[in-house]
């Protein structure tokens, strides 16, 4: 089956700084990658949408300044979080599409203090 | 309204028995059904995968999709103390399109 990594899986950070989580498909190329987030006892968000070498789609709602997007190769892509904020805490997933087939990556738990 | 409902819980069934859970939804142009297993903690991961309506069995989990009446279960048989988890139907209107996800059912299953 395909093989979805993230890194970190859990990350503490101060309030100002910025967090970047890696998402790796290892065994397939995904022509496009969803950002998800989840709050606790809550479903997945959809936070963005992007394909590979092109600027990433945000939902309504989320800032495109503060959760910066890349997704520079068929196996890679990015989130940065920038100046976290304690309310940005909250267990981010990424979701990489292999043609039709959309696979989740563990998961990455943010806590701002 | 959300477009896509889901009771979240939590449902505790005693080990052995039948967990029933159900979706509802408003979009008709949906067409693909999907029910994840999510661990605390964990990333989903897909158990079943429906196109239309119909059933569809794999092992001791059986799906449902009903268009006419906007509904789709997922029956689990035997459950097993493993099989407690939150369960998360999602569902798109074409292949390959971002996915429009439920709530979350949190289920126990008690030894």
């Known amino acids: 089956g395909a093989v979805v990594s993230q890194h970190p899986s859990w990350v503490i950070c101060k309030s100002g700084t910025s967090v970047k989580i890696e998402c790796r498909s290892l065994?397939?190329?995904?022509?496009?990658m969803f950002w998800y987030r989840q709050f606790p006892k809550q479903s997945l968000m959809l936070m963005a949408t992007?394909?590979?070498?092109?600027?990433?789609?945000?939902e309504q709602g989320v800032e495109k300044d503060k959760f910066l997007i890349n997704h520079a190769s068929l196996t890679l892509s990015t989130l940065t979080v920038t100046s976290a904020h304690p309310e940005d805490s909250s267990f981010y997933i990424c979701?990489?599409?292999?043609?039709?087939?959309?696979?989740f990556g563990p998961g990455t738990r943010l806590t701002v203090t | 309204q959300k477009e896509v409902e889901q009771d979240p819980g939590p449902l505790s069934v005693p080990e052995g028995a039948i967990v029933s859970l159900n979706c509802t939804y408003s979009?008709?142009?949906?067409?693909?059904f999907m029910w994840y297993r999510q661990y605390s903690r964990k990333g989903p991961e897909l158990l079943m995968y429906?196109?239309?309506?119909g059933n569809k069995e794999d092992g001791r989990f059986t799906a449902q999709v009903d268009k006419s009446s906007k509904y789709i279960s997922l029956f689990i048989r035997d459950s097993q103390p493993s099989d407690s988890a939150t369960y998360l139907c999602?569902?798109?209107?074409?292949?390959?399109?971002?996915?429009?996800f439920g709530g979350g059912t949190r289920v126990l299953v008690k030894p």
């Open positions: 979701s990489p599409q292999d043609v039709y087939e959309q696979y």
């Open positions: 065994d397939f190329q995904a022509t496009t």
């Open positions: 992007s394909n590979e070498g092109s600027k990433a789609t945000y």
């Open positions: 979009n008709s142009a949906f067409q693909y």
């Open positions: 429906t196109y239309s309506s």
């Open positions: 999602a569902m798109s209107g074409a292949a390959g399109n971002k996915l429009t």
